[in-house]
């Protein structure tokens, strides 16, 4: 496929005018934003973010790394407020890795309650409400510890800075990252380190590395949310078990009518974040064999049995995509093209938003 045909199969997504879910959809008050994770190959920076997100008509942005802060000296932080209070959008912050036993943590000179309280104070400068953070990944959960190691040692973290996150006023909301965790797991955590400081972001797109339908997701955690990580997927039957990948919003085949009608009653105040990941090929989940059931020993039958409904009325992702994670250097032009695929497949996800599923404030009024 040339450059210019994949343009114009992308840009085609954006003429979203009808709405499957009845085109009378009314406001409802919940914020719209995306993830700045969404539009990572420009490499843009806080204030270059806030200005598309603007672009966009969102409500919110979640500026999910310290790394995406072009500087953290508190001057600047409160320039990048009271430009977001300019444009009439809310901050949502974020730092990474806070588990000092993971895979993912990255040593240094600060100890994992350190980072933690730095991001909090982050998040704080920029009139943040939440701080998204995470465990983990899958190669926690598919090591020889189990899992339930890495939550007590979440565990430990954010009771050694509950002071802190209190004093601040901010939220610490724990994402199920890639794989690391199922949303009871999730939930956990949330309850022993303390709900009344630790909340879920709450991601629809990561459960699928986990066995667990978004629905599931959505109604163990919605109740702890403060933000969220949404995208749509794809799921279906395999020799194996299932695979299965990430699309924009409306290329899966996440029914976001019951989920949205679930979301109004469990977390209405939360923020709707899409986090757009398109460029990744399909990921085998092969729970037709014995091994793969040692790192899920503990999944309730009932919850892999609407997963594995889910794969048996799935379908591949048959459109057009650029694989971002293939190997070997690429040249200009494919660099070039997977950034046109990154912007074109989050406007489009947010077009999808407002229009079908009814949320955001600015870009429905």
């Known amino acids: 496929m040339d450059r210019r045909t994949f343009l114009s199969t992308a840009f085609s997504g954006l003429g979203l005018a009808q709405t499957a ?5 009314r406001p409802t008050g919940i914020k719209l934003g995306f993830d700045t994770y969404s539009v990572r190959a420009f490499k843009w920076k806080d204030i270059q973010l806030l200005d598309y997100a603007a672009s966009l008509k969102a409500d919110t942005v979640q500026i999910s790394d310290s790394a995406d802060y072009s500087s953290l000296d508190p001057a600047h932080l409160a320039a990048v407020k009271a430009h977001a209070d300019q444009l009439g959008l809310e901050i949502d912050s974020g730092i990474g890795c806070i588990c000092p036993i993971s895979k993912s943590w990255k040593p240094g000179a600060k100890t994992a309650e350190q980072y933690t309280v730095d991001g909090l104070k982050i998040a ?10 995470f465990m983990g990944s899958m190669d926690d959960r598919r090591s020889d510890r189990p899992i339930e190691q890495f939550m007590d040692a979440t565990i430990k973290v954010f009771k050694g800075v509950r002071t802190q996150a209190q004093d601040l006023n901010v939220k610490i909301a724990l994402e199920n990252h890639a794989g690391d965790m199922q949303a009871r797991e999730v939930r956990t955590i949330i309850e022993e380190s303390g709900k009344d400081f630790v909340a879920s972001c709450l991601d629809t797109g990561n459960p699928m590395w986990v066995m667990e339908d978004p629905q599931v997701t959505l109604e163990i955690l919605g109740p702890y949310a403060v933000t969220t990580h949404v995208r749509d997927s794809v799921v279906f039957e395999h020799p194996r078990g299932a695979a299965a990948q990430w699309v924009a919003m409306g290329d899966g085949i996440i029914d976001w009518k019951a989920f949205m009608e679930t979301y109004r009653k469990v977390c209405p105040n939360s923020l709707l974040q899409l986090e757009i990941i398109t460029g990744r090929p399909p990921q085998i989940l092969p729970y037709y064999e014995k ?3 040692k790192w899920f020993p503990k999944m309730p039958a009932s919850e892999f049995a609407r997963f594995a409904a889910l794969a048996k009325k799935g379908h591949p992702f048959m459109g057009s995509m650029v694989i971002e994670d293939s190997p070997g250097k690429k040249p200009a032009e494919y660099i070039e093209a997977l950034k046109e695929q990154q912007r074109v497949d989050l406007a489009r996800s947010i077009l999808f938003a407002q229009n079908e599923m009814g949320v955001g404030i600015k870009g429905r009024a």
């Open 124 to 133: 704080k400068a920029v009139g943040a409400r939440a701080m998204r953070c």
């Open 291 to 293: 091994d793969w059931w």
């Open 21 to 25: 879910f009845g085109q009378a959809a």
